[in-house]
């Protein structure tokens, strides 16, 4: 039942061409799944539902004979694939990918009549200036003379006023880029969105960057199409939502503790019972922070009690199993102290290690290898991940926090008359992520409050080495007002090559400069049992081969609360790590210059173990009391 | 101007150029060269598909995407190939000298002709046809480089006939090529 792919020897060569491209150029980033095969294994056509996301929006458009028409009679009478274009956008994961998915399809229109039959796609501009009539029309010429079959209108509309309520109505605002203390930069964002319409012009899915791609288009088509022929029971997200009614509490462990892991993490239901109306004032402890304005919003405390519900949530996941907080737990350091790498529904791990999410309002870069950058977007990777929370669509989770019922007059009250959408969930599940700042620790009120009794004489010295002779502030950064202690840039530490290397012998020896070379012991990660996929950090995003095995600088704020270490949480203690810096991290042909053997001796590892002990924030304890204390509705609610 | 500033401004003026300058109606054709060098006439285009690539060669891009989207599909047409005209058209004169475009052309397909021209001819054009590039609105230096719009089909009268969107495979557009010289064969006939 699958779509028929043209593929070509020569497309691929030409995706390839465009990967050697941007090798080395700023923008290098990974082709979306969309220009390849499906991301992950597709369900059925019809063994899943698509529930109406609300009505689509209307508005007069131009035609490209430059008629006004109405968007929604534009999108006919049938299902229609709707997109915002700039023609001349330079993201190759923007419009470009948007036109290559479209033309996938239409290709599929010249043998496929199901499809051609059913589905207009359509691509309205974001441009009016530029694209006149007249201007679309030579878009709309791409298919006169080939690939007639089945129809790809253009439109525009006759200025922005008439656009900009069209926009607004798809949420396809461009946005503004910020700065981490949360001002606008210049930069500008569009969020690519495209929206399967239904004849009765309701949206019936939104596909974003990672979901858009012509086969899953075209299995949500069939799905569409077969709707009402099937049995409700069939339907994949109906087996649960009807399931769930018999569940029982929600916090069912099962597919997440696993022969060799039992979790001392207490379980909703005892929370639940300690019971305390949640705190109406956050403590915010922010002296060592940068400053952070928010934007004026009333409605913050809301929305960041919001978040926190639907973090702490299971019902969020496919099976009712896994919320944001079994990952990242928030009395474990907002992490996960017991793994090493996380463990997502049903049972199936990850490769990397769940990061704190201690003061990540203020990471320009999000993920271990930075790929993304915006914390209300952020989110749809867990949700959807077949891995993590598992949910077959953005669609499934909107309308399981619908079914919900604590959920929509929480939803009023905050966001008053917009909906349940992908934008109120992200906004209120960043205000969470985003009020977790942890400043103000005892390094804090030495260093930038000035109070000199509080700080040891042991912690001065490690702190001295710090900035000192062990070299850490060189990516570790502290600045005159403030501290992340982090550059936020991708690095090489070795502990990526490590991995890559751990499975092939034990001893080997690396170049590490021309002329220099270095023999690699494997001993320090024999504790790590199973063998390892090899992760290759930035390199699987820019494809650059002087990228492998970079991840992100981490802030090193309430460090001791949130062991495991590194990208794979395969060093357990800070003592361990400082060991690791000191023989010069693991070299390899690729190891950041800053990663020098530093020659401390006990002592001063000592040192510096106390002085990273001072970096927890002087609000954990509210952060976790106010996550514990949430009142969280149950699975059979 | 910052490049990607630049870049912007260049690829709006470059829209709007390209209008003007394959209508075959203006003067400014005696001032444009090619990357050998040789002064170009836009006469040299009638009769024949043009493919029509514009942007510059500092441009990282969109620019050398397109040059290689076109590169391919140009490699996967035959005999036909006679019948189509490739052009790079900078729109960056000040930096890309005859030397300079015939040097980044080794990168792609060799039938490409690579144009340049004098900068006031370009301003003059816009002027002259009392159209000026849309002010940019306050972007700073790291916003997304929005470029002119730059693979364009024309016929064999000198009129745009596609403009390619990019995104599209290379084998679409040797496939819109190869229909077009077909068709344009039969007119002649």
């Known amino acids: 039942m699958a779509l028929k792919t043209s593929s070509f020897i020569t497309s691929n060569l030409f995706l390839s061409l465009i990967i050697s491209l941007q090798v080395g150029s700023a923008i290098a980033q990974r082709l979306a799944p969309g220009y390849g095969d499906t991301p992950f294994l597709l369900p059925d056509p019809g063994t899943y539902s698509l529930p109406s996301l609300g009505m689509a929006g209307d508005g007069m458009v131009l035609t490209d004979s430059g008629d006004t028409v109405s968007l929604h009679s534009a999108l006919g009478e049938n299902y229609a694939l709707l997109s915002f274009m700039y023609a001349s956008c330079a993201d190759v994961n923007g419009c470009p990918l948007t036109a290559y998915v479209f033309y996938q399809l239409k290709r599929n229109m010249q043998v496929d009549s199901i499809i051609a039959d059913n589905l207009k796609l359509v691509s309205l501009s974001f441009d009016p200036a530029r694209d006149t009539p007249n201007v679309i029309q030579k878009y709309a010429a791409n298919f006169d003379i080939t690939n007639s079959k089945g129809s790809w209108d253009f439109l525009t509309s006759s200025s922005e006023t008439e656009l900009i309520p069209i926009l607004e109505a798809y949420n396809q605002d461009v946005q503004r880029k910020r700065f981490i203390d949360g001002s606008n930069t210049e930069e500008l964002i569009h969020i690519l969105r495209v929206f399967l319409i239904d004849p009765q012009k309701r949206i019936r899915n939104i596909y974003s960057v990672p979901y858009l791609h012509s086969e899953i288009i075209y299995r949500d088509l069939l799905t569409l199409l077969k709707n009402g022929q099937i049995s409700p029971e069939k339907s994949r997200g109906e087996m649960f939502l009807t399931q769930s009614t018999q569940l029982g509490p929600g916090d069912v462990r099962e597919g997440y503790e696993n022969k060799n892991f039992k979790s001392q993490s207490s379980p909703l239901k005892e929370k639940n019972k300690l019971t305390r109306p949640p705190k109406t004032t956050r403590i915010l402890s922010n002296l060592g922070l940068p400053p952070y304005k928010l934007d004026k919003d009333l409605k913050l405390e809301q929305k960041i009690h919001l978040g926190r519900r639907l973090f702490l949530d299971r019902r969020l996941s496919l099976n009712n199993t896994i919320s944001c907080a079994m990952c990242h737990i928030p009395e474990q350091g907002f992490t996960n102290n017991e793994l090493a790498t996380s463990v997502g529904i049903e049972g199936r791990t990850l490769d990397r290690n769940a990061p704190s999410l201690y003061n990540v309002g203020f990471s320009p870069k999000l993920f271990q290898d930075g790929r993304e950058d915006s914390l209300s977007q952020q989110i749809w990777s867990p949700l959807l991940d077949k891995n993590e929370m598992g949910n077959p669509s953005v669609g499934y989770v909107l309308n399981r926090i619908r079914s919900i019922p604590d959920y929509p007059p929480l939803f009023f009250s905050t966001f008053g008359d917009s909906k349940i959408s992908m934008e109120t969930v992200g906004s209120a599940l960043a205000a969470y992520q985003n009020s977790l700042n942890s400043g103000n620790s005892l390094f804090d009120r030495w260093y930038y409050g000035k109070e000199s009794d509080t700080f040891e004489s042991n912690q001065k010295k490690g702190f001295e080495l710090f900035i000192g002779k062990a070299g850490c502030s060189n990516c570790h950064v502290l600045g005159k007002e403030y501290a992340l202690f982090s550059d936020y840039k991708m690095r090489n530490t070795g502990v990526g090559y490590l991995r890559s290397v751990a499975n092939q012998q034990k001893k080997q020896t690396v170049q590490i400069a021309p002329g220099v070379f270095a023999e690699v012991d494997h001993k320090i990660i024999q504790s790590v049992s199973d063998p390892v996929k090899p992760d290759l950090g930035l390199y699987a995003i820019t494809q650059n081969p002087e990228d492998r095995w970079k991840f992100r600088t981490p802030s090193l704020r309430n460090i001791s609360l949130t062991s495991p270490y590194m990208h794979d949480g395969s060093i357990s203690t800070l003592k361990e790590v400082i060991n690791f810096y000191n023989r010069g991290g693991i070299p390899n042909p690729l190891l950041d210059p800053l990663i020098q053997p530093l020659n401390l001796n006990q002592q001063e590892i000592s040192n510096l173990t106390s002085f990273l002990d001072t970096l927890t924030g002087s609000n954990v304890r509210e952060l976790v009391a106010e996550a514990t204390n949430e009142v969280v509705g149950d699975v059979g609610i | ?189």
């Open chain 2, 1 to 189: 101007m910052t490049t990607n500033r630049r870049s912007e401004f260049l690829g709006k003026l470059a829209f709007i150029c390209f209008l003007v300058m394959f209508s075959f109606t203006t003067a400014a054709e005696e001032k444009l060269v090619d990357h050998q060098g040789e002064q170009f006439s836009v006469d040299q285009l009638k009769g024949k598909v043009v493919l029509l690539i514009i942007g510059f060669t500092n441009c990282e891009d969109i620019c050398p995407t397109e040059m290689a989207r076109a590169s391919i599909a140009l490699s996967e047409m035959k005999e036909e190939l006679r019948l189509v005209k490739p052009i790079f058209l900078t729109v960056d004169p000040e930096r890309d000298s005859p030397e300079v475009i015939a040097k980044y052309l080794k990168n792609f397909h060799p039938s490409f002709t690579g144009i340049s021209g004098d900068s006031e001819t370009l301003a003059e054009l816009v002027n002259h046809y009392g159209v000026l590039p849309k002010r940019e609105k306050h972007h700073g230096d790291n916003q997304r480089i929005d470029h002119g719009f730059s693979t364009f089909i024309l016929n064999t009268l000198g009129e745009i006939e596609v403009a390619v969107l990019p995104g599209l495979p290379p084998s679409h557009l040797s496939e819109l090529l190869f229909k077009m010289t077909e068709e344009n064969s039969k007119i002649r006939i």
